[in-house]
């Protein structure tokens, strides 16, 4: 019951409805997730993490892990196309956030990694991403973060 609801709420473009909106950002996406549903923030920068499949291009990701377990992602669902949601305490679903998102040792427990905030409120952050609902061959438009010395 509470996986479908997550799901269901994970899915919603009314809510997530990225481009310009701050659910463009993956930090933002779980923010709104752990706020609504309780739980964290949960990320990482590649560099850091170079085994996970995710964020690579971004040179980092952030999803949430609610209070019972559940690790929601609703940018990698609208960008990607992925399952939303993870039990992890499912042992398929703990073997798919492994290769989503490297060993769960790497991944940071933070609320938002601040420069990333900043660099987005000083509008120097420019990452133009085509919806996986708008083009199925989701690609990156142009990611500015490493030239404009957020990393």
Known sequence: MRKKRLERFSRS???FPGGEHETGNCT???RIISQRFG?????????DNPTARVGETQYGHDFAVTQDRFLVDPWLYHYYGEPPVLDMDAPADRAEAAARYGPEA??????????IRTAMLNGRHNCGWIRA???RASRKVGCERRRTGIY
């Open 13 to 15: 473009e009314r809510i």
């Open 28 to 30: 933002a996406c779980a």
């Open 39 to 47: 739980g964290e923030v949960r990320g990482y920068y590649h560099a």
């Open 106 to 115: 790497n991944l940071d427990h933070r609320e938002i990694c601040l420069r």
């Open 133 to 135: 609902s708008q083009a």
